[in-house]
């Protein structure tokens, strides 16, 4: 059960989200105003150039205060003959809507997938509950001037469930974790108080004995934030839901 969640788990996305609370690392975007004069290109250096750009977007349901709402997250695959130590920030365009979001080198993460380097910018949000469809640009600039830009759409068709997972009391089902979906299952996370991930695991519709999360002497010393994330079969769309208490749902009657 929790070599499976692992494995789906492991992708350039990686986990879908680090804090204890995902929604205190949201980025949001600012205002719009005229790029004539932000990207110039530069005289000299080598540009850098962008391989492929990847997206997930994500509806996620905030359990302690009932908020729910859209996150995109991107993953850039690029390269530059000055090593990509020279990129300095991206910055991500939706001219319809007149938004832009900017993230630095300090606030994105590299991750491996498949022996290459994939820049991922985690949980951007825009005004309202839900991430603008249609087109954008994306732009990558090294330290020297130089940039790259590339575009991509989110499809109009992309509406997410607003049907979220969830924990049920285990009270009467034996020392059981219940879950309900409509979908069938759902990995559970657990993480601990400073958002470790202590581990990952495969939940069904029902019942789900605790004895397998429980063996493990980390989750059992440090757990104490559950979450329950779902992949879409596209595999650009997911769902996130938490936390959960796990002393009321992980360790009561045990």
Known sequence: M???????LTDIFSLPFAAPCF?????????????????LEACSGSAPAIGDVRWRLTAFHDTRTGKTGEYLSLAVFAS????????????LINDGHELYW?????????????????IVLEKLVAPGDSVPRGGYRLILRDYGGAQAESSFSVAAQAELPQDFPALAPSDGRGGALALETPRGESILMVRSEAGVLLGSFILRRGPNPRGAILANEQIRSQARELYLYEQGPSGGHSILAGPWSAEDYLFSDW
């Open 2 to 8: 929790e070599e499976r969640a692992k494995r789906c």
């Open 23 to 39: 929604l205190k690392s949201m980025v949001s975007p600012f205002l719009f105003i005229p790029f004539i004069a932000l990207f």
């Open 80 to 91: 530059d003959d000055d090593g990509q130590d020279d990129f300095e920030s991206i910055s």
């Open 102 to 118: 900017q993230v630095s080198v300090e606030d994105w993460v590299v991750r491996q997938a498949r022996q290459q380097s994939w």
